[in-house]
């Protein structure tokens, strides 16, 4: 049972830093692309700018953590039935 927690945990970091990742490279591309228009919201500037400064790392460790956690669990669960 701990074992699949911990499964679950690697997985959800991983697609974590995928979604990071993701934000990061689209707001280093093209900087207003999630600016609103009549509007300033300063929580999503300020998460903007946190993927953006990050986006670069969050992908070479996430991609990876999510797919290795991913496989491992998929054999675990073959294993186990």
Not at 30 to 41: K, M
């Amino acid at each position: 049972m701990k074992a699949r927690k911990s499964g679950a945990v690697c997985i959800f970091v991983g697609a974590l830093l995928i979604v990071i990742f993701a934000v990061g490279l689209i707001a280093a591309r093209d900087p207003g692309a999630f600016q609103l228009n009549h509007r300033y919201d300063y929580s999503l500037e300020q998460f903007v700018s946190f993927c953006a400064a990050i986006w670069l790392p969050a992908g070479i460790i996430g991609f990876p953590l999510f797919l290795i956690s991913l496989i491992i669990s998929l054999i675990r669960e073959g294993k186990s039935k």
